[in-house]
């Protein structure tokens, strides 16, 4: 049973350039959600899907957008990135009629320069 | 907004103590209670779920329990080894949504 699957690990941009991450949920998983952590914090929302569609924001400008897949899989995609936006970006997910454990990717470690 | 702290920050323990872990949160709505380990640079592994309906979970050495009406959760590790060395991270959903996050405690286990 394959668990949480993000790609890619490591990558490294420059200001003002575009970036996209993404993520496969957990078989069976249909809820997929995004966090930000930056070094020596916890992991902060973004945003949730749930059938294709956007269910919640955290407190992240639209530079930050996103998009479920039939098969539940799920893009973070952010623009005109800064330098702030250097951290570890966590894909979780679970399923939405059961317990509600989250469970996390090993997440896409994202250097702005 | 659900507001988690974490007490204490750091910790440091020779192998074969008992140790306990704290995490505090704002809103007693909270739906579940999850804790995680986080290794340097990597995810977050699920250790223990509370579910809204309980008040403790067990999984070999660990043990939880939370407390909705003073907004309080422990977690418990037995007989501590340098191998459970590691960043603690606890959070918590109002149902349904999105989880919240404490900054963690990083232990370290000394052999």
């Known amino acids: 049973d394959a668990g949480v699957t993000q790609s890619p690990t490591h990558l490294i941009k420059t200001r003002g350039q575009q970036v996209t991450l993404r993520c496969s949920p957990k078989?069976?998983?249909?809820?997929v959600s995004w966090y930000q952590q930056a070094l020596g914090q916890g992991p902060q929302f973004i945003f949730q899907y749930y059938e294709e569609e956007e269910r919640q924001r955290g407190n992240f400008p639209d530079r930050f957008s996103g998009h479920q897949f039939p098969n539940y899989s799920s893009e973070l995609n952010v623009n005109a990135l800064l330098l702030g936006d250097s951290a570890l970006y966590l894909c979780?997910?679970?399923?939405?009629?059961?317990?509600?454990?989250?469970?996390f990717g090993e997440g896409s470690r994202l250097t702005v320069l | 907004k659900q507001e988690v702290t974490q007490i204490p920050a750091a910790l440091s323990v020779p192998e074969g103590e008992n140790l306990v872990l704290n995490c505090s949160f704002t809103?007693?709505?909270?739906?579940?209670l999850q804790w995680f380990r986080q290794d340097p640079g990597k995810g977050l592994t699920s250790l223990l779920l509370i579910q809204s309906s309980q008040r403790e979970q067990t999984s070999g050495r660990l043990n939880a329990s939370l407390d909705k009406s003073s907004g309080r959760s422990t977690l418990y590790i037995a007989a501590s080894q340098p191998g459970d060395s590691a960043t603690y991270l606890c959070?918590?959903?109002?149902?349904?949504?999105?989880?919240?996050f404490g900054t963690g405690t990083s232990l370290t286990v000394i052999p």
């Open positions: 959070a918590g959903p109002r149902a349904g949504n999105q989880f919240y």
């Open positions: 078989s069976g998983h249909d809820t």
């Open positions: 979780a997910s679970r399923r939405t009629r059961a317990t509600g454990e989250l469970f």
């Open positions: 809103d007693s709505a909270i739906y579940n």
